[in-house]
């Protein structure tokens, strides 16, 4: 008993001293047993390790270093980053960390924070050589001219060469090189970084750009089959090496590749769908369906048999046999279990019905795949777009947030969420999606092109030549990309480039690109006023084969737009005798005619033309703008609803009907028509514009004013002044006085001879008992509008009597 007790008393003793151990020496024993694990390997240990100290002591310098420093070497940059900060929170004067935190901000591109930690380090350790090499940084990127840029990269370069291991002066090093008249030397400097990091994704994204610029197609496939190797979760990357395969020919080394990804024939159908893609593309349809079938029967006691003879039915729908592929598809769909796999099947399913213009089945099929799975992407993108052509924007960002949740990375709902943002008049965040889609996409071809547009209605010229640049760089030799940046160049008047251009597009074996060479190289010589030059140029294309008839016509066009109207007429004449019923050339004969003021020969060949081609809308509104000039407008009118009878889907003839409508005071009728036209284009900003506007002038109603306000919503921001207009006078309709007024004095200006916007503004002004500017607006309004019948005028009127005017 005695010996029991001795043991309890011993044991109570050190239990004892153990409690009294503080804070800080609990904290001192778990720092020194994280930086044992650390010598002995076991990082995560001692990660956990470091995290207990904080439990004692949440300001423990050095265990806070440690557990950044091994985030960071795992290459958990957040959680680094978030422990740097914290760190630097609680001892702000340490550079060392200062440091770190500035180049983990440059390695995400994130500027702003990289300023804010590395001018603090630049102040606390001028002359460290990192410090230093980040205010090279900052010199190059605040540089306003080429001189001052050139100066910080000098700079750069010599930091660089005293330390072989300075990432941030290689950055700005090969920046500058890549700025320059001679690009590739940047690859010199590209690949000693990669001997230093061979895994780093910018640095072998950089070497790819560069190969691709200098057209090293070899270079190109190597490094392609290199970053592959690198990173295999990138089906990027995958798709690039795919489009190199084809692009050399190289079928198949193509399938085989494809093959080799898509694994065992009874694998996850996305890999084999690949395959069948690449032998629809290559082989035919037929050859696909083979392999479909092959899929089909391998696969018969599982789901992918259905994925497989879907796809099969969607050839047969290709080849026109649209009947018998949507009843297969709906057989499929019918007699599936609810799962992924049937899901894509209705979705699928929904598009061949909206191709077929059975909008009711396809909506059904998607609410019968949300019912079941309320957040399939699929069908939620499909239920965001029909829910933006019903201007029910909101509801279409909802859906589209949902599904971004789930495919943060997906093109296609980020744009989306701008065409719903656009509705919505926020253009900056629109522009943010496109934007984003860009950079998802890789610089994709489609996303690069309409983020491009956007930008240029915008008037960002600059912004758009950069994005369309970085289009170029990453999807070599695609013919829109070139011909839109081509487009913008010449409007920046920037010859040479654009004259790379057009040399680059010759050299592609493909007829559009020819084509676009050939328009491209006229309009530079005619855009530096060498109108001579442009003819010779077209001349001798068409003399050598190289052109078609829109060459021809360019030559008659430059002729005629040079006063040259009998030279016009006589290459004209030759051109048509070797081809004497191309319409086009018959077109253009007719319109040469019309601005001889031979009216009558003019007239005849157009009705001729009308008959011989009752589907083509460009004689019917020569005519009709023929017969208006020529004082003939019941004759005009006649000429459109005959036309619209062969047409009667027409947009332009349409907007022409109620265009005639609206002016002969017809208004219900042109609204109803404009509605249609809307309901057949609702992202056409002007028929939106003209539809709202129509709406407010002449409705008093509130649902009519609702709806206005509605189709309205996308020209919130725009600076337009029509569309300004519209949208101030809705305002105003709906008791907004003041917002009217912010839309309708920009308008005003903008308009300053358009009686209705100057009543528009007049009225705002009244309702805001700003009576002198009222009465002085809408005296003008009255005086612009002459003895004009509308009865805006007759309210203007009255309410300058009102006013005292």
């Given at each position: 008993?005695?010996?029991?007790?001795?043991?309890?008393?011993?044991?109570?003793?050190?239990?004892?001293?153990?409690?009294?151990?503080?804070?800080?020496?609990?904290?001192?024993?778990?720092?020194?047993?994280g930086?044992?694990l650390?010598?002995?390997?076991?990082l995560?240990?001692?990660?956990?390790?470091?995290?207990?100290?904080?439990?004692?002591?949440?300001?423990?310098?050095?265990?806070?270093?440690?557990?950044?420093?091994?985030?960071?070497?795992?290459?958990?940059?957040?959680?680094?980053?978030?422990?740097?900060?914290?760190?630097?929170?609680?001892?702000?004067?340490?550079?060392?960390?200062?440091?770190?935190?500035?180049r983990?901000?440059?390695?995400?591109?994130?500027?702003?924070?990289?300023?804010?930690?590395?001018?603090?380090?630049?102040?606390?350790?001028?002359?460290?050589?990192?410090?230093?090499?980040?205010?090279?940084?900052?010199?190059?990127?605040?540089?306003?001219?080429?001189?001052?840029?050139?100066?910080?990269?000098?700079?750069?370069?010599?930091?660089?060469?005293?330390?072989?291991?300075?990432?941030?002066?290689?950055?700005?090093?090969i920046?500058?090189?890549?700025?320059?008249?001679t690009?590739?030397?940047?690859?010199?400097?590209?690949?000693?970084?990669?001997?230093?990091?061979?895994?780093?994704?910018?640095?072998?994204?950089?070497?790819?750009?560069?190969?691709?610029?200098?057209?090293?197609?070899?270079?190109?496939?190597?490094?392609?089959?290199?970053?592959?190797?690198?990173?295999?979760?990138?089906?990027?990357?995958?798709?690039?090496?795919?489009?190199?395969?084809l692009?050399q020919?190289?079928?198949?080394?193509a399938?085989?590749?494809?093959?080799?990804?898509?694994?065992?024939?009874?694998?996850?159908?996305?890999?084999?769908?690949?395959?069948?893609?690449?032998?629809?593309?290559?082989?035919?349809?037929?050859?696909?369906?083979a392999?479909?079938?092959?899929?089909?029967?391998?696969?018969?006691?599982?789901?992918?048999?259905?994925?497989?003879?879907?796809?099969?039915?969607m050839?047969?729908?290709?080849?026109?046999?649209?009947?018998?592929?949507?009843?297969?598809?709906?057989?499929?769909?019918?007699n599936?279990?609810?799962?992924?796999?049937?899901?894509?099947?209705?979705?699928?399913?929904?598009?061949?019905?909206?191709?077929?213009?059975?909008?009711?089945?396809?909506?059904?099929?998607?609410?019968?795949?949300?019912?079941?799975?309320?957040?399939?992407v699929?069908?939620?993108k499909l239920?965001a777009?029909?829910?933006?052509?019903?201007?029910?924007?909101?509801?279409?960002?909802?859906?589209?947030?949902?599904?971004?949740?789930?495919?943060?990375?997906?093109?296609?709902?980020?744009?989306?969420?701008?065409?719903?943002?656009?509705?919505?008049?926020?253009?900056?965040?629109?522009?943010e999606?496109?934007?984003?889609?860009v950079?998802?996409?890789?610089?994709?071809?489609?996303?690069?092109?309409?983020?491009?547009?956007?930008?240029?209605?915008?008037?960002?010229?600059?912004?758009?030549?950069?994005?369309?640049?970085?289009?170029?760089?990453?999807?070599?030799?695609?013919?829109?990309?070139?011909?839109?940046?081509?487009?913008?160049?010449?409007?920046?008047?920037?010859?040479?480039?654009?004259?790379?251009?057009?040399?680059?597009?010759?050299?592609?074996?493909?007829?559009?690109?020819?084509?676009?060479a050939?328009?491209?190289?006229?309009?530079?010589?005619?855009?530096?006023?060498?109108?001579?030059?442009?003819?010779?140029?077209?001349?001798?294309?068409?003399?050598?084969?190289?052109?078609?008839?829109?060459?021809?016509?360019q030559?008659?066009?430059?002729?005629?737009?040079?006063?040259?109207?009998?030279?016009?007429?006589?290459y004209?004449?030759?051109?048509?005798?070797?081809?004497?019923?191309?319409?086009?050339?018959?077109?253009?004969?007719?319109?040469?005619?019309?601005?001889?003021?031979?009216?009558?020969?003019?007239?005849a060949?157009?009705?001729?033309?009308?008959e011989?081609?009752?589907?083509?809308e460009?004689?019917?509104?020569?005519?009709?703008?023929?017969?208006?000039?020529?004082?003939?407008?019941?004759?005009?009118?006649?000429?459109?609803?005959?036309?619209?009878?062969?047409?009667?889907?027409?947009?332009?003839?349409?907007?022409?009907?109620?265009?005639?409508?609206?002016?002969?005071?017809?208004i219900?009728?042109?609204?109803?028509?404009?509605?249609?036209?809307?309901?057949?284009?609702?992202?056409?900003?002007?028929?939106?514009?003209?539809?709202?506007?129509?709406?407010?002038?002449?409705?008093?109603?509130?649902?009519?004013?609702?709806?206005?306000?509605?189709?309205?919503?996308?020209?919130?921001?725009?600076?337009?002044?029509?569309?300004?207009?519209?949208?101030?006078w809705?305002?105003?309709?709906?008791g907004?006085?003041e917002?009217?007024?912010?839309?309708?004095?920009?308008?005003?200006?903008?308009?300053?001879?358009?009686?209705?916007?100057?009543?528009?503004?007049?009225m705002?002004?009244?309702?805001?008992?700003?009576?002198?500017?009222?009465?002085?607006?809408?005296?003008?309004?009255?005086?612009?509008?002459?003895?004009?019948?509308?009865?805006?005028?007759?309210?203007?009127?009255?309410?300058?009597?009102?006013?005292g005017?």
């Amino acid at each position: 008993m005695l010996r029991y007790m001795r043991v309890f008393l011993l044991l109570i003793t050190v239990v004892t001293l153990t409690a009294c151990k503080s804070p800080e020496e609990k904290a001192e024993s778990f720092y020194q047993s994280g930086l044992s694990l650390m010598e002995a390997g076991d990082l995560d240990r001692a990660a956990i390790e470091f995290l207990n100290v904080f439990q004692h002591n949440n300001l423990h310098k050095d265990a806070r270093r440690k557990l950044a420093d091994i985030r960071l070497g795992q290459g958990n940059f957040g959680a680094a980053y978030g422990q740097y900060l914290r760190l630097i929170e609680q001892y702000p004067d340490t550079p060392e960390v200062r440091l770190i935190l500035a180049r983990v901000a440059l390695d995400t591109n994130n500027w702003d924070e990289a300023r804010r930690h590395g001018e603090a380090a630049i102040a606390l350790v001028p002359e460290d050589p990192e410090a230093q090499a980040l205010a090279a940084a900052f010199q190059y990127r605040d540089a306003e001219d080429a001189k001052a840029r050139a100066r910080a990269a000098g700079l750069a370069s010599e930091l660089l060469a005293a330390d072989a291991s300075d990432e941030v002066s290689r950055r700005v090093v090969i920046d500058h090189l890549l700025r320059s008249d001679t690009p590739y030397d940047a690859m010199a400097e590209i690949e000693r970084a990669l001997e230093r990091d061979p895994q780093s994704y910018p640095y072998n994204t950089l070497r790819l750009r560069l190969l691709n610029q200098v057209q090293d197609t070899l270079g190109i496939g190597q490094q392609l089959k290199r970053m592959v190797a690198l990173y295999p979760d990138d089906q990027d990357l995958s798709r690039t090496l795919i489009h190199w395969y084809l692009a050399q020919g190289n079928l198949t080394d193509a399938e085989d590749y494809l093959r080799q990804l898509a694994g065992d024939i009874t694998a996850n159908p996305a890999g084999h769908i690949s395959v069948i893609q690449l032998i629809q593309s290559s082989q035919g349809p037929e050859a696909a369906q083979a392999e479909l079938n092959r899929l089909a029967k391998a696969n018969a006691d599982n789901a992918n048999a259905d994925i497989y003879r879907t796809l099969s039915a969607m050839i047969t729908f290709d080849s026109g046999n649209r009947d018998s592929a949507i009843s297969i598809i709906e057989d499929i769909a019918a007699n599936a279990e609810p799962s992924e796999q049937t899901w894509r099947i209705r979705n699928i399913l929904a598009r061949l019905l909206i191709a077929t213009n059975n909008h009711v089945g396809a909506r059904a099929q998607i609410e019968t795949v949300l019912t079941e799975d309320s957040s399939n992407v699929d069908a939620l993108k499909l239920r965001a777009a029909w829910a933006i052509d019903d201007d029910r924007a909101a509801e279409a960002i909802v859906d589209l947030r949902t599904a971004l949740g789930q495919q943060p990375r997906d093109a296609e709902i980020l744009t989306l969420m701008a065409q719903a943002h656009e509705r919505e008049g926020a253009q900056a965040l629109a522009g943010e999606r496109l934007a984003l889609a860009v950079d998802v996409s890789g610089a994709g071809p489609e996303e690069s092109l309409r983020y491009a547009a956007f930008l240029l209605r915008n008037g960002r010229t600059p912004a758009a030549r950069s994005i369309l640049t970085d289009a170029r760089n990453a999807n070599p030799g695609h013919v829109s990309v070139l011909t839109e940046l081509a487009k913008v160049l010449v409007t920046e008047e920037a010859w040479v480039p654009a004259q790379d251009l057009a040399n680059e597009l010759r050299t592609l074996n493909d007829t559009a690109a020819q084509k676009a060479a050939i328009s491209l190289q006229t309009a530079l010589l005619l855009s530096q006023n060498r109108s001579q030059d442009g003819l010779v140029f077209l001349q001798e294309q068409i003399a050598q084969g190289n052109a078609d008839t829109t060459a021809i016509a360019q030559v008659v066009q430059i002729q005629w737009l040079s006063g040259n109207v009998k030279a016009a007429r006589i290459y004209l004449e030759e051109a048509l005798e070797n081809d004497p019923r191309n319409g086009t050339l018959r077109m253009l004969g007719a319109t040469l005619h019309a601005i001889s003021g031979e009216f009558a020969e003019a007239e005849a060949e157009f009705r001729e033309l009308i008959e011989e081609f009752p589907q083509s809308e460009e004689p019917v509104l020569r005519l009709y703008n023929l017969l208006i000039s020529t004082n003939r407008a019941e004759e005009a009118g006649a000429i459109i609803d005959a036309a619209l009878t062969a047409q009667p889907q027409s947009l332009n003839l349409l907007w022409v009907r109620a265009g005639e409508l609206e002016k002969s005071g017809n208004i219900d009728a042109a609204i109803g028509l404009y509605e249609q036209i809307y309901a057949a284009n609702t992202n056409a900003v002007t028929i939106a514009n003209n539809l709202a506007s129509l709406i407010a002038t002449h409705k008093d109603d509130t649902d009519s004013l609702k709806r206005a306000a509605t189709i309205a919503k996308r020209l919130r921001d725009s600076d337009i002044p029509p569309f300004q207009d519209t949208y101030g006078w809705i305002a105003f309709r709906l008791g907004n006085f003041e917002e009217a007024k912010n839309y309708l004095e920009p308008a005003a200006t903008g308009l300053p001879d358009d009686p209705l916007v100057q009543f528009h503004l007049g009225m705002a002004y009244a309702a805001l008992g700003e009576m002198d500017q009222a009465r002085k607006v809408l005296t003008r309004a009255i005086e612009l509008a002459g003895d004009s019948a509308l009865p805006q005028f007759d309210t203007a009127r009255q309410q300058l009597q009102e006013l005292g005017g």
